[in-house]
């Protein structure tokens, strides 16, 4: 379960201005980092060549920190956690979750020709490791903290503490949990500045995909 507390605001000033300057660097148009379509199955993975999505819309993640990327620990071949990385959707067709744990392992399919990858993904934004309150460290709640308000953006952006939330808009915004996520699959967009790549890497033929888009 996630759950919002009144969000305290960010510093004024400068600080508040680079922040800013940053988001509007991350959330541009050809910025890896910037909200992407998506398609959501909550629950078990693998159910996506079974039944429709639950969500669909332009997904980010709900805190600052992370916007349009998953946070993962990238593993060695025994399966040890070695480096931290944050992965931009862009680089992605999809991502599939395994079972539930505050380190979840997940299924990394790109979108660039590199082979799919396994993952371990926390469950936990990581300053939440560093609060004293034990319910920010069990998975069960959400806080979001320094709510900054950036002008020619419908949504606030806060910094997110305990369980990672996604941010969805899909006609109408909707907060759900990473926990909830089985499977994510990115779609194709047409201005997208590697489109055609994309649709190589699927599989595609671009002309074909530009052809149906257009009919529709």
């Known amino acids: 379960?996630?759950?919002?507390?009144?969000?305290?605001?960010?510093?004024?000033?400068?600080?508040?201005?680079?922040?800013?300057?940053?988001l509007a660097v991350l959330t541009s148009n050809d910025?890896?980092?910037?909200?992407?379509?998506?398609?959501?199955?909550?629950?078990?993975?693998?159910?996506?060549?079974?039944?429709?999505?639950?969500?669909?819309g332009v997904l980010r993640n709900a805190s600052l920190t992370h916007l349009g990327c998953v946070e993962v620990l990238r593993l060695d071949s025994h399966l040890q956690p070695v480096e931290i990385c944050f992965v931009p959707f862009d680089s992605l067709r999809g991502i599939r979750f395994a079972g539930q744990a505050l380190f979840r392992y997940a299924k990394l399919l790109y979108d660039d020709g590199r082979?799919?990858?396994?993952?371990?993904?926390?469950?936990?934004?990581?300053?939440?490791?560093?609060?004293?309150?034990a319910f920010d460290q069990n998975g069960t709640l959400t806080r979001f903290l320094c709510t900054v308000h950036v002008e020619g953006h419908e949504s606030q952006y806060s910094i997110g503490v305990g369980h990672q939330d996604f941010l969805i808009d899909g006609g109408g915004?909707?907060?759900f949990g990473l926990g909830s996520v089985g499977e994510l699959m990115?779609?194709?967009?047409?201005?997208?500045p590697r489109f055609a790549e994309k649709c190589r890497v699927r599989g595609l033929d671009p002309k074909e995909v530009l052809k149906s888009a257009a009919e529709q």
């Open 186 to 192: 990115v779609a194709l967009v047409t201005d997208d």
């Open 115 to 133: 082979s799919e990858e396994l993952v371990l993904v926390p469950l936990l934004y990581g300053v939440s490791w560093s609060t004293p309150n």
């Open 1 to 22: 379960m996630s759950e919002e507390i009144e969000p305290t605001e960010a510093p004024e000033g400068a600080s508040q201005e680079l922040i800013k300057e940053l």
């Open 31 to 56: 910025s890896p980092y910037r909200p992407r379509h998506v398609a959501v199955w909550q629950g078990k993975a693998g159910e996506s060549d079974m039944r429709k999505p639950d969500l669909q």
């Open 173 to 175: 915004q909707t907060l």
